[in-house]
């Protein structure tokens, strides 16, 4: 009883489906639901939930753009969520790759980006997603490396990604396997200089759709990006 009084409340708000269109915004929200989202197409529910610092910020900059007419929620104190339900939205993510229910093992990267800015826009949604920038340092304190790394239980997504990486910054990164509790996933970690190229590349402008500590993290190697 109690889950279905929250799903009728969930019901009466509503986006502005003008606004799902190919945009660069857009292609962020993809690569962050592809990679950190919920989808549910029994209920043509769309849940992103984050703890990082900027998350309360970065949800509501998408609640903007969709001119969502609900709120995002904080849970805990900590987590903040943005569920959103639309069966036009469920079918759009569809329509590139990204589907309902078990996403994790058959999510693909999209087959079409209009623009640079849109494929930029997707990587930063994956980096903020399950995106990792892994800092060493040296005993001083200096930073000694700074690679990109991404693990996913999907072969095909991280195929795509190494197009992308390979189209829009000319790096060429094999896929290793990253074990986990003995299970096999495919993973992409780039090296230090590649990293910093992507950083630089990934951080160009539309700069509300960001998560603070990644981006915080990236600025500590990449000082120009504002």
């Given at each position: ?6 799903l009728r409340s969930r019901l009466k708000y509503s986006i502005n489906i003008n606004k799902i269109v190919p945009s660069p915004e857009m292609y962020y929200f993809m690569g962050l639901v592809a990679t950190d989202g919920y989808i549910s197409l029994k209920t043509n529910r769309i849940s992103i939930r984050l703890r990082n610092q900027g998350a309360k910020e970065l949800l509501n900059s998408l609640k903007d ?162």
């Open positions: 009883k109690l889950g279905l009084t929250n753009y969709f001119e969502f007419s609900g709120n995002v929620r904080v849970y805990d104190q900590t987590d903040y969520d943005l569920t959103i339900t639309s069966k036009e939205l469920i079918d759009f993510l569809s329509q590139n790759n990204i589907k309902g229910d078990n996403k994790t093992f058959s999510v693909r990267v999209p087959d079409y980006f209009p623009d640079e800015d849109c494929a930029r826009l997707f990587l930063r949604g994956v980096l903020d997603g399950d995106g990792n920038i892994h800092l060493t340092k040296h005993p001083s304190g200096k930073i000694k490396n700074y690679e990109f790394r991404i693990v996913t239980g999907s072969l095909g997504f991280m195929e795509g990604l190494q197009k992308l990486f390979k189209q829009y910054l000319n790096i060429e990164t094999p896929l290793k396997v990253h074990r986990v509790k003995e299970k096999e996933y495919p993973s992409i970690f780039l090296k230090s200089s590649e990293s910093k190229n992507f950083y630089r590349w990934v951080y160009q402008g539309y700069t509300t759709f960001r998560l603070k500590d990644k981006f915080d993290k990236a600025k500590l190697v990449v000082e120009d990006i504002v």
